[in-house]
């Protein structure tokens, strides 16, 4: 917005917006969309992140959502130019109680446990996770003994 408080720019995607929105040095758009999905649909699940210019052309788009892992809620840009991302990973129920879960403790839902990825925008590669069975993951399944 100007100081007349008149739009200047404006960002469209093809995607419902997710629950973060960050206006880049360049003037760009970086967003979180969401992607429907049977396994994560719930409030806060996102799916995709883009990187809009004020034409309205798409800079840059990751996908990270199936049936096994889904982008939620928050993304944070970095100093280095790389985008870290929180992540849902589907554990079921039978993996959970093999890895030492109570099975009282977990439903047929199964398990979501959170992990960090990072990627690299330019190669729109993950460069980093913090690979969720050997952190939260573990966390939950020993405190739900």
């Not at 992140?49 to 990270?64: L, M, Q, R, T």
Request: charged residues 20%.
């Amino acid at each position: 917005m100007n100081r007349e408080g008149r739009a200047v720019y404006t960002w469209e995607s093809n995607y419902t917006p997710g629950n973060s929105v960050y206006l880049l040095e360049n003037g760009n758009l970086l967003h979180t969309g969401t992607i429907r999905s049977n396994t994560f649909d719930v409030g806060g699940s996102g799916g995709i992140v883009e990187e809009i210019a004020p034409d309205g052309s798409v800079i840059w788009s990751f996908k990270y959502a199936d049936d096994g892992v889904h982008l939620h809620h928050d993304i944070e840009p970095m100093p280095n130019g790389n985008i870290l991302m929180i992540a849902w990973e589907f554990i079921t129920a039978a993996e959970a109680v093999v890895a030492g879960r109570n099975p009282n403790t977990v439903n047929d839902s199964g398990l979501w446990p959170d992990h960090i990825v990072e990627v690299d925008p330019a190669t729109n590669q993950i460069v980093w996770d913090n690979c969720c069975l050997f952190a939260t993951y573990d966390l939950r399944v020993n405190v739900g003994r």
